[in-house]
């Protein structure tokens, strides 16, 4: 607007603003496979293991820990002159590079997909391989975040036992994760299902598929079943696959502790 010698101009401000990307985190417990040289070796032990628990890696992100396949010369060791002719479990270090993309499809051919590779060089991987990972640790080892000068707070009350009751068997594929107490299932597990519980599990028929009890970090947490044929057991972070239990407890009633740093399994009866 022009009023005599007197001028104003009038300014609209427009404010042109990107719309928010929300980014959230989330935490998965991830199974690491480490192969180790040589592979035909490694592979028959896996699949005797796949053979025992099918539904072992069902849904699982699966890691893949290389460091395994790092030979002295990949590690920037020269082999010098004199180094002497690769065997034939070496032919992949000979060749500068261990073949993760041939692991990868061998593992995929098995029902096993790998959400991420450990432990390798940059160069190792291609675009059409699953991306380098860094800084895993072990389940239930994670230190707690640094807490700078925390302000006095009133203590929370002590939390009241809570018990989960599960009337019918857990059905294949199936999953219970009850982080406050003690998970009591009146029949079966079936293979391929899952119960994470905070305290202890109690089952009155088979388990057959997988029981983590003591979660939320609870040592004293035990797993009782009448009919021991599991696909993975764990307390407190630590845990067992089928192939690594007492045969001589298949299909007797059992009881899971913890002690130290080692599980311990013994008869009920």
Same mark, same amino acid.
């Given at each position: 607007?022009?009023?005599?010698?007197?001028?104003?101009?009038?300014?609209?401000?427009?404010?042109?603003?990107?719309?928010?990307?929300?980014?959230?985190?989330?935490?998965?417990?991830?199974?690491?496979?480490?192969?180790?040289?040589?592979?035909?070796?490694?592979?028959?032990?896996?699949?005797?293991? =796949?053979?025992?628990?099918?539904?072992?890696?069902?849904?699982? *992100? =699966?890691?893949?820990? =290389?460091?395994?396949?790092?030979?002295?010369?990949?590690?920037?060791?020269?082999?010098?002159?004199?180094?002497?002719?690769?065997?034939?479990?070496? !032919?992949?270090?000979?060749?500068?590079?261990?073949?993760?993309?041939?692991?990868?499809?061998?593992? !995929?051919?098995?029902?096993?997909?790998?959400?991420?590779?450990?432990?390798?060089?940059?160069?190792?991987?291609?675009?059409?391989?699953?991306?380098?990972?860094?800084?895993?640790?072990?389940?239930?080892?994670?230190?707690?975040?640094?807490?700078?000068?925390?302000?006095?707070?009133?203590?929370?009350?002590?939390?009241?036992?809570?018990?989960?009751?599960?009337?019918?068997?857990?059905?294949?594929?199936?999953?219970?994760?009850?982080?406050?107490?003690?998970?009591?299932?009146?029949?079966? =597990?079936?293979?391929?299902?899952?119960?994470?519980?905070?305290?202890?599990?109690?089952?009155?028929?088979?388990?057959?598929?997988?029981?983590?009890?003591?979660?939320?970090?609870?040592?004293?947490?035990?797993?009782?079943?009448? !009919?021991?044929?599991?696909?993975?057991?764990?307390?407190?972070?630590?845990?067992?696959?089928?192939?690594?239990?007492?045969?001589?407890?298949?299909?007797?009633?059992?009881?899971?502790?913890?002690?130290?740093?080692?599980?311990?399994? *013994?008869?009920?009866?």
């Amino acid at each position: 607007m022009v009023a005599g010698n007197n001028s104003s101009t009038a300014v609209t401000s427009i404010s042109l603003t990107r719309p928010s990307l929300p980014l959230r985190g989330r935490s998965f417990r991830a199974l690491v496979l480490a192969p180790e040289t040589p592979l035909g070796d490694w592979f028959s032990h896996l699949d005797a293991l =796949v053979q025992r628990s099918p539904t072992l890696f069902s849904e699982r *992100a =699966v890691i893949l820990d =290389v460091s395994g396949l790092a030979k002295d010369s990949l590690r920037g060791d020269p082999a010098g002159p004199e180094a002497a002719e690769p065997a034939e479990d070496d !032919k992949d270090a000979a060749a500068g590079t261990p073949d993760i993309a041939g692991l990868v499809d061998e593992l !995929k051919q098995r029902g096993i997909r790998i959400m991420g590779v450990e432990k390798a060089e940059p160069a190792w991987l291609g675009p059409a391989l699953p991306p380098l990972l860094s800084g895993g640790r072990p389940a239930e080892m994670a230190p707690p975040e640094p807490v700078k000068e925390p302000e006095p707070v009133k203590p929370p009350e002590p939390r009241k036992p809570n018990s989960l009751v599960l009337e019918t068997p857990l059905r294949s594929g199936q999953s219970v994760y009850h982080p406050e107490g003690d998970v009591t299932v009146m029949g079966s =597990v079936a293979s391929g299902a899952e119960i994470l519980a905070g305290g202890s599990i109690h089952i009155y028929g088979a388990l057959r598929g997988r029981a983590i009890a003591g979660a939320g970090g609870n040592p004293r947490a035990r797993i009782c079943c009448r !009919k021991f044929e599991p696909e993975l057991i764990g307390i407190d972070g630590l845990f067992r696959t089928a192939d690594t239990t007492d045969p001589k407890l298949r299909k007797k009633a059992v009881q899971v502790w913890l002690e130290g740093e080692t599980l311990r399994m *013994a008869a009920l009866d």
